[in-house]
């Protein structure tokens, strides 16, 4: 038993210990979140819809108007608000602290609530059909740009919120020893997103600017540039995110440690130096920019950030195959998988997270990551097939599952449902599995990422598909319609929950704390003593073969264009 202030509450259920302010952010930030996946998830059906040229639901200017809300409320805002959330999770609850600067939190909360509103009344107001990319020199009403940067100052207040809390858990001696990996994991988190913001605040402010007329003008090479070491390293805040809540839900779950920290945290670590590289894959066709820079960001320093996500892809995994060895299931490879918890969203929604962004993401990236291979996919339907399985199987659905576990812990509400909260990560995660390989089919076969009609009807030139990128854009529409209806389920249990679900025992809040039962998921060390999950390995070979056999069936493709040169 430890003694502690009046402003924390112990979950009866976790043992979690929750700082009254945090409980609150997290608790808002977390709705914040919900609320843009819900107005996101709207507008993916009607980009579907028109995408699926047989349906093509909107006119061009609706259509582009509602992409470049959907890419900024569901990149950008749905994720960032959980992960703040996310943040104070790991540092408050997790670290058994009082929150940081609570006044500044609220501060940097109001601030991406307002950012959001702003930009996107700019968008539905017409003023702001620009993209999410918003490409110099095609303009957008000023308050587009100053709601991302309102919104962007207050994520940046929320990082430094956490580094606060961790700092104070340090000073009050609430841990012992170096912060847990899961912690470790947000800090990478935290570190990758103030990079990112600051790289959006050196190009949108003088956008700003320039929309106001203060600036005459801004060289697009140089835009693109900076812009995408903040678009692309958005998403690479997700990846470290989504990975601590893979290390954190295998230990909520099975109580699983992991194999080896410093190898986890060292993995992490990659992250903080390589990943950004990976937004040299958005500028390979840009002709100002040298070979040199092209061929050391995509072809040698990506790797090690490559690196690092097959150590977590490997290492997760092969912590929950432990786990349940100790805990008896040892037949054959396969039996600790096949008597996991499948009906449990909590297990499932993170499994299918880390299949479907090793399969999918992964794969796909590394492979439009390289320089020569990325010229075949440019452009095309491919790269938000590729983004969409990083981004939506792997950050969204892991978000998803942290959800299941935080609706009885945190908001002390029973889940409603729970026959469709089993089904909701298979139909969400199988849905946009379909949408990603279709969506990734249509992009080999040259179908264009941004032209509302495919079938460039009244063209000067015009050009036809072959009839199996019709298939594959039907095929995607199903898969797209699937994920909407699974996404749809996620939110009505979420607020359904919220709404009518059963109030649980909160717990007082008071002066005495209990020990959390779950220690694995703030405990330290790992397992020892050579291998000991096999089961594991086999399915670590199985996904290099994978790799290896679609990296070379695309050198195979460009092979067929060499004789255009």
Not at 223 to 229: D, E, G, H, S
Not at 243 to 255: D, K, L, N, S
Not at 269 to 281: D, G, K, P, R, V
Not at 351 to 356: A, D, E, M, P, Q
């Amino acid at each position: 038993m430890t003694t502690i202030a009046a402003m924390f509450r112990v979950c009866p259920r976790s043992g979690l210990q929750f700082h009254k302010s945090a409980e609150t952010l997290i608790k808002l930030n977390a709705v914040a979140a919900v609320v843009a996946l819900l107005l996101g998830g709207v507008l993916a059906l009607l980009i579907t819809l028109t995408r699926w040229q047989a349906v093509h639901l909107t006119d061009a200017e609706t259509f582009y108007m509602i992409l470049t809300a959907h890419g900024l409320d569901m990149l950008v805002i749905w994720i960032i608000f959980f992960e703040i959330a996310v943040l104070y999770f790991c540092s408050s609850t997790l670290l058994r602290c009082r929150l940081a600067a609570p006044n500044w939190a609220w501060l940097g909360f109001a601030l991406m609530v307002i950012g959001t509103i702003v930009f996107n009344v700019a968008i539905f107001t017409g003023n702001a059909s620009v993209m999410m990319t918003s490409y110099v020199p095609l303009p957008a009403n000023p308050s587009f740009y100053l709601g991302l940067i309102l919104f962007a100052v207050g994520a940046l207040i929320g990082c430094f919120v956490f580094l606060g809390t961790l700092v104070i858990a340090k000073a009050e001696k609430t841990y012992q020893g170096s912060i847990p990996l899961v912690t470790f994991g947000a800090l990478t988190a935290c570190i990758i997103a103030i990079f990112t913001i600051a790289s959006g605040a050196i190009i949108l402010i003088p956008t700003f600017l320039w929309s106001l007329g203060y600036i005459k003008s801004i060289d697009p090479l140089m835009y693109r540039t900076i812009w995408w070491a903040f678009g692309h390293s958005s998403q690479q805040i997700n990846v470290s995110a989504h990975v601590a809540v893979w290390y954190a839900i295998a230990a909520i779950v099975f109580g699983a440690k992991p194999m080896s920290e410093r190898v986890s945290r060292g993995a992490f670590l990659l992250y903080i130096f390589f990943l950004q590289l990976a937004s040299a894959h958005h500028l390979l066709s840009d002709p100002g920019l040298s070979v040199e820079w092209k061929v050391f960001n995509t072809s040698y320093a990506m790797y090690l950030a490559v690196l690092a996500s097959m150590i977590h892809g490997l290492t997760v995994p092969g912590a929950i195959e432990i786990a349940q060895r100790e805990k008896g299931y040892t037949k054959g490879l396969f039996e600790w998988v096949r008597k996991a918890p499948w009906g449990n969203p909590v297990f499932s929604g993170m499994f299918i997270s880390l299949i479907g962004f090793g399969f999918l993401g992964g794969i796909s990236g590394v492979m439009m990551g390289t320089e020569q291979l990325n010229m075949l996919i440019h452009n095309t339907l491919y790269v938000p097939g590729h983004f969409h399985a990083t981004v939506v199987i792997g950050t969204t659905l892991a978000f998803m599952a942290l959800t299941y576990f935080l609706l009885p812990t945190l908001f002390n509400r029973e889940v409603i449902m729970p026959g469709l909260a089993k089904w909701q990560p298979y139909l969400f995660g199988g849905g946009m599995g379909v949408f990603c390989l279709a969506m990734m089919g249509a992009g080999t076969l040259g179908v264009p990422r941004r032209h509302w009609d495919i079938t460039f009807a009244g063209a000067a030139l015009p050009y036809e598909f072959p009839g199996s990128a019709w298939l594959m854009i039907a095929i995607f529409a199903i898969g797209g319609i699937l994920a909407v209806i699974g996404g749809g389920a996620y939110i009505l249990i979420t607020v359904g929950s919220l709404l009518w679900g059963k109030r649980l025992d909160a717990g007082a809040y008071g002066t005495t704390g209990t020990v959390l039962k779950m220690p694995a998921l703030v405990g330290h060390g790992g397992h020892g003593g050579g291998f000991a999950a096999p089961g594991t390995f086999v399915f670590a070979l199985v996904f290099l073969t994978a790799f290896v056999l679609y990296y070379f069936v695309n050198w195979k493709y460009l092979s067929t264009v060499w004789g255009l040169s």
